[in-house]
């Protein structure tokens, strides 16, 4: 299954299945990004980040590819688990700020 | 390990009473601190940071108002809730600006 972003908040994929969840970002100072996956009612929690140096980066089940090109942001998540329904944001930041950018998020549903 | 931690959980208070909102950081030193609101369907909003004891910065006016007394511990605060104070609120914490955020559980706040 796969989003686009905020103008898609929802997603439904099937247990067992591969979810790409996107954003879009409009700053080309933006050089470093965080995906946070939050579930109901609590506190968003860090999932993997990538700096501006890099297009790809891997960690347990997730990847997050970047393209600054076309300022574009994904998240994907191999073998989807029903552990894994939740709302995933992505945040950017600029300059090494204090300031991070989050978008409304997308909401991933998984179908056992 | 670092954990944060967040008080009360729920708060329901009626317009115009106080509010005072506590966050504590566990297991670091000297961390940037950080305030954020979520309202319903929407993004995180950055409200408070602080690099250091009594350093504060506010990046939304507003009738909130956060306070530092101690390295791990930042304080968010109202003299008379809106009905607008309404939502989700949640304490971050990070080694330094431009880095990774992490999130305490939140507070939901009710005002009626």
């Known amino acids: 299954g796969e989003s686009v972003g905020l103008h898609l908040p929802t997603l439904s994929v099937q247990e067992g299945d591969n979810s790409i969840i996107n954003c879009a970002y409009s700053?080309?100072?933006?050089?470093?990004f965080i995906w946070y996956k939050q579930e109901s009612g609590k506190g968003p929690q860090f999932i993997i980040d990538?700096?501006?140096?890099?297009d790809k980066r891997q960690g347990q089940r997730v990847t997050v590819l970047l393209n600054k090109t076309v300022k574009h942001l994904s998240l994907q998540i191999a073998a989807t688990q029903p552990g894994d329904s939740a709302v995933y944001f992505c945040?950017?930041?600029?300059?090494?700020?204090?300031?991070?950018?989050f978008g409304t998020g997308t909401s991933l549903t998984v179908i056992p | 390990s670092q954990t944060i931690h967040q008080w009360p959980a729920t708060l329901v208070q009626p317009v115009g009473s106080p509010l005072s909102l506590e966050c504590t950081v566990e297991?670091?030193?000297?961390?940037?601190l950080y305030w954020y609101r979520q309202a319903a369907g929407r993004g995180l909003q950055l409200l408070f940071y602080s690099v250091g004891i009594g350093q504060i910065s506010s990046e939304v006016p507003q009738n909130l108002s956060a306070s530092r007394p101690q390295d791990r511990q930042f304080i968010l605060s109202s003299k008379k809730l809106l009905l607008s104070d309404s939502g989700f609120y949640l304490c971050?914490?990070?080694?330094?600006?431009?880095?990774?955020?992490?999130f305490g559980p939140g507070t939901r706040l009710t005002v009626t």
């Open positions: 297991g670091t030193s000297n961390p940037n």
């Open positions: 700053n080309s100072a933006s050089d470093y």
């Open positions: 990538i700096r501006s140096n890099m």
């Open positions: 945040a950017e930041n600029r300059y090494t700020g204090n300031q991070f950018y």
């Open positions: 971050a914490w990070s080694k330094g600006a431009g880095l990774e955020q992490y």
